[in-house]
């Protein structure tokens, strides 16, 4: 794994996490069952979401189409989420990109199999009665 890089604060001393603590805080509080939260656990939730992204970061950028572009899309984060079973969770988040027309094209195919579907099972309720 990288080396931990350490971020600064604003007087340039370094800090062992680069993400706003006080965020995470409020994400943290936000569920009902927490109640108070320990400095330590704080900063352990920081650390460890920190490692987390740039695991998610390298991986997407080296499976995907990064290393030609040398840049990290959300093209590639996207895959990443659905082909990677590691990162399964994430596809929901990070679905991929379709453009409008599809999705409303999307949309009317499925409404024309649920219409077709009711008909159906219309038809087959008469046909018992």
Partial sequence: M???VVGRDKCGEQRLV????SRIRVIMK???????INQEALVLTAKATELFV????????RHG???????LTYSDLSNT????????FLADILPKKILASKYLKMLKEKRED??????NDESDNEAES
Avoid: I, M, R
């Fill in 81 to 88: 989420a659905e082909e990677s079973e590691t990162f399964q």
């Fill in 30 to 36: 936000s569920s009902p069952e927490v109640s108070s």
């Fill in 54 to 61: 740039q695991y998610l970061a390298t991986y997407s950028y």
């Fill in 114 to 119: 649920e219409e077709e579907n009711d008909n």
């Fill in 65 to 71: 189409s990064g290393k030609e572009k040398k840049a």
């Fill in 18 to 21: 680069s993400l706003p603590l």
């Fill in 2 to 4: 990288a080396d931990v």
